[in-house]
């Protein structure tokens, strides 16, 4: 099967096949990993040398989880951002080259424009 536009490539069929069949630490691991790369492609955005995840119609006690949970797993720092009358996520700039390390491997070629360079 060839890869044409928005089809899985074969890496990210056996991550998805991995995370079903996979055995525990290694599928918590790279389906955490996934699902933040998917969130960045279908909420996430850029500005200048920040990335934000768009998660306004979260609680601001999720949002803060969120942000607990990134640092707790991968040390990524990210605080609450206000956006209007509402809060995002924003990825520190510190923290985005790391970010950007471990979703840009399973993130759609079309989309890594969301990352900054």
């Not at 995840?53 to 609680?59: E, G, K």
Request: charged share 20%; aromatic share 8%.
């Amino acid at each position: 099967m060839d890869n044409t536009e928005g089809s899985l490539t074969e890496e990210q069929k056996d991550i998805v096949i991995g995370c079903i069949l996979g055995d525990g630490a290694m599928r918590k691991k790279t389906h955490a990993l996934l699902v933040m790369a998917v969130w960045c492609m279908d909420d996430g955005s850029k500005s200048r040398n920040a990335v934000y995840l768009n998660t306004q119609q979260f609680s601001q006690e999720e949002q803060q989880y969120l942000c607990n949970m990134l640092f707790a797993q991968w040390s990524i720092h990210a605080t609450l951002n206000k956006d209007k009358i509402y809060t995002r996520i924003r990825i520190s700039v510190a923290s985005v080259p790391l970010f950007s390390s471990l979703v840009k491997p399973y993130m759609q070629k079309e989309l890594l424009y969301k990352l900054p360079q």
